[in-house]
């Protein structure tokens, strides 16, 4: 069994279709990364979010608890 490639050189070429492969994987890679990125915002954003809710939530328990003790 023989390689492919005889050299890194020819691997990066890809037979001529080096540059459509890499841009591929690059943009790839970029995409997930992003999707990475945008995930962690929004799970920060939606953390935030339910803790203002339950907070505002306790708040009023508190006032109605006041208003008919």
């Known amino acids: ?3 492919y490639f005889r050299n890194f050189a020819e691997f990066i ?3 001529g279709h080096g540059s459509y ?3 591929t994987w690059l943009l790839t890679l970029l ?3 992003a ?3 945008f995930s962690r915002s929004q799970r ?3 953390y935030r ?4 809710q339950q907070a505002r939530q306790q708040q009023r328990h ?3 608890a006041k208003g008919s003790g």
Do not use: E, N
């Open 31 to 33: 995409g997930i990364i």
């Open 44 to 46: 920060k954003a939606t």
């Open 1 to 3: 069994m023989s390689p």
């Open 21 to 23: 492969v890499w841009s």
């Open 13 to 15: 070429a890809m037979g």
């Open 49 to 52: 979010d339910i803790t203002t």
């Open 62 to 64: 508190q006032r109605t």
């Open 35 to 37: 999707l990475v990125f």
